[in-house]
């Protein structure tokens, strides 16, 4: 398909059945190229809803001062990382970007001035997770940034206006994880089958998930007053605030489910999240 074929798909884009919302935990790089429970749940995923005309990741390892989003033809693979093998850095996920979906989303956001921005690309936290779930790199992939001296509320409010993209075809993933907190991680036990979690991650993460199913986004927002351990869960907002870009677009009686919904390394929890 050409780049003038991909640009046309949003122009104009007619109403579709609303797209379902995905925050998902995306852990370790490792799971862009390991056959495992997480990225086998990914690739299930992918089948189980419809396919998007394109894709808006909300990664947490795109912190700027202001909001942006990827505007590019063609964004590029970000390795953002290190120590791990070069099979992982020989990736490549050529997906295409979309201007005038760009474009689009940028004026529905009335919140702030979204800037369009040309330098960026796919970093791991969306790369890692739609090779997994489109492997064929052949829908339109753009990433819109968090501005990371705004309070959680902002970022809450700020994704409400992208809700017409919901009706476009348009696949909104929030990426990070609930509980992050990578300074405790016991790698001694985090490949464990079962999984392993330390007491306070796994009372955190049922709370998460209690607020989530109840519809309580007021105390999610506001998750330093949740709970004692909110600190060791959040020690940064940084993987947390995807999950509020994705609560946002929740809209009445809509169906909530969980998958991955597991912990490693005593500190991380993959636990996922589907809306609609």
């Known amino acids: 398909m050409t780049k003038n074929e991909f640009n046309s798909l949003v122009e104009n884009l007619p109403n579709t059945e609303r797209m379902p919302v995905l925050f998902i935990g995306h852990g370790s790089p490792m799971n862009a190229i390991e056959n495992n429970s997480f990225s086998l749940r990914w690739k299930l995923l992918a089948k189980e809803i419809p396919t998007p005309t394109a894709v808006i990741c909300i990664s947490a390892h795109w912190l700027t001062q202001g909001t942006k989003i990827t505007a590019m033809d063609f964004p590029a693979t970000i390795h953002d990382f290190g120590g791990f093998p070069q099979a ?36 791991h936290g969306t790369w890692s997770v739609v090779k997994q779930m489109y492997p064929l790199a052949n829908i339109p992939i753009l990433q819109l940034s968090i501005d990371y001296y705004q309070k959680p509320q902002y970022h809450y409010n700020l994704a409400k206006e992208l809700a017409q993209l919901r009706n476009k075809g348009v696949l909104i993933i929030g990426s990070g994880n609930m509980v992050h907190n990578l ?94």
């Open 88 to 123: 992982l850095f020989d990736v490549q996920y050529n997906a295409p970007g979309n201007r005038k979906l760009a474009e689009e989303t940028k004026n529905l956001i009335h919140t702030t001035n979204v800037e369009l921005n040309h330098e960026w690309g796919l970093d």
């Open 183 to 276: 300074r405790m991680v016991d790698f001694a036990r985090i490949n464990d089958a079962e999984g392993y979690g330390f007491d306070w991650a796994l009372e955190l993460n049922e709370l998460f998930k209690k607020n989530i199913i109840e519809g309580n986004h007021k105390a999610l927002i506001e998750y330093e007053s949740l709970h004692p351990a909110a600190k060791l869960a959040i020690p940064t907002p940084d993987h947390y605030l995807p999950l509020l870009y994705s609560l946002a677009l929740q809209k009445n009686n809509e169906n909530i489910s969980f998958f991955n919904d597991k912990t490693v390394g005593g500190s991380l929890t993959m636990t996922s999240v589907r809306i609609g």
